[in-house]
């Protein structure tokens, strides 16, 4: 089955303890995303990526950090959380063509 | 820079009513459009795409968008409301040219309610 998978599912973590969501693929897309929704600003994109090792700035990347050394794997790392980064996060993969993406099912973060 | 609006942050119809979203998109490029849907505690699932074939989109669950560049708006809509059609409902833009079009951009989200 043809799916984008995270983990963890939830996490409860504490301010300034470095955690890392997974992310993964199995449609052997090129494009990869991160998003963290918030109630009334819909889901705004974190980082990007083209392909192995090419990586952008989405629209807050501020906090955050991702590599990309598999073509499937999409980490998302927090170094030093903050309160102000609980959140729902998305990751989303898309291939060539019209690059619609395709979504996992969330990561729901609290940091207290 | 690409952006999306959607108008009503939240949207309440009768079940069998018309459903109505509205999304206006600004881009300096012609745009490739999305609809998405989030029902509660789940991802976003693709509802339909507009990628300058036709004007007329047409997605699943019965839901259809019309691409107007006049108006520079995608508006969703839905002859006959179902109560299974709760939900949150997004518009995106694509990124054009290079990384970019690894980039969506949305709206802030419509959320339907629908009553018996």
């Known amino acids: 089955e043809a799916q984008v998978t995270q983990n963890p599912r939830y996490l409860i973590t504490v301010t300034g303890k470095k955690l890392t969501v997974t992310c993964s693929q199995n449609?052997?897309?090129?494009?990869m995303s991160w998003y963290r929704q918030d109630p009334g600003l819909g889901l705004r994109q974190i980082y990007y990526s083209m392909n192995v090792e090419v990586t952008d700035k989405g629209d807050v990347p501020e906090g955050y950090k991702v590599s990309r050394k598999e073509k499937r794997n999409f980490p998302l790392i927090l170094e030093s959380p903050s309160p102000n980064q609980t959140s729902l996060y998305f990751c989303a993969s898309s291939g060539q063509g019209y690059y619609e993406q395709y979504f996992g099912p969330g990561t729901r973060l609290t940091v207290t | 820079a690409q952006s999306v609006t959607q108008l009503g942050s939240h949207v309440s119809v009768s079940e069998g009513a018309l459903v109505l979203l509205r999304c206006n998109y600004s881009s300096s490029v012609p745009p490739y459009l999305f609809w998405y849907v989030q029902y509660p505690n789940q991802g976003l699932q693709l509802l339909l795409k507009y990628t300058s074939a036709a004007t007329l989109v047409k997605g699943i669950n019965g839901f259809e968008a019309e691409f107007k560049k006049s108006e520079t708006s995608f508006h969703l809509t839905k002859p006959s409301a179902h109560m299974s059609d709760a939900a949150e409902y997004f518009c995106a833009v694509r990124g054009f040219g290079g990384t970019s079009y690894g980039k969506l951009t949305f709206g802030q989200g419509t959320i339907l309610t629908v009553h018996p």
């Open positions: 449609m052997n897309h090129e494009y």
